[in-house]
């Protein structure tokens, strides 16, 4: 007898349900599960965003700082809202913060190429959440119009089965 399961070496394929035959307490879970995944996705979407604005200010604070002589006053970011006064040591080699609080010293050249890599990485990234959460969306969608029309179908029917 042939098996009709799909075997290791293959990627299962998703499956079409009628959403009309599933019941409305699995369409309201459903709903529920899509709803989180999609908070959870945009939620991502934002950090993702919010990183390449990130890379793509240091780059440009790689770039302008570039034109500055050895002992020019800057100001030092500690945090994104605290900053300390400092004097610029060197402008052969700058720090870049390769992620997890690991710094490796740089000429300003790599670092802009690491930076302006680390933008278009994270833009092809949010290209491919973007459809992600669309998909999704599109999903939450219909889920929500089926559970409706089922809620409706339901309504009608208790109110006109209860006559004699």
Do not use: W
Not at 74 to 81: E, G, M
Not at 128 to 138: A, H, P, S, T
Request: glycine share 10%; net charge neutral; proline share 7%.
């Amino acid at each position: 007898m042939a098996s009709t399961a799909p075997s290791n070496a293959q990627a299962p394929q998703p499956q079409t349900i009628d959403l009309a035959t599933v019941p409305t307490p699995q369409l309201n879970s459903l709903k529920t599960q899509l709803s989180q995944e999609l908070q959870h996705l945009t939620t991502s979407f934002q950090q993702l965003k919010a990183a390449q604005v990130k890379f793509r200010d240091c780059g440009g604070s790689v770039r302008d700082g570039l034109g500055r002589g050895q002992g020019t006053p800057v100001l030092v970011p500690l945090t994104p809202s605290l900053y300390v006064p400092g004097k610029l040591a060197s402008t052969d080699t700058v720090l870049v913060d390769i992620g997890t609080g690991f710094y490796v010293e740089k000429t300003p050249p790599a670092a802009r190429d690491f930076y302006s890599r680390k933008v278009e990485e994270l833009g092809r990234n949010l290209l491919d959440l973007e459809r992600i959460v669309q998909g999704k969306q599109g999903n939450l969608s219909v889920v929500e119009d089926v559970l409706r029309q089922k809620v409706i179908s339901e309504s009608n029917k208790a109110g006109g089965g209860g006559e004699p």
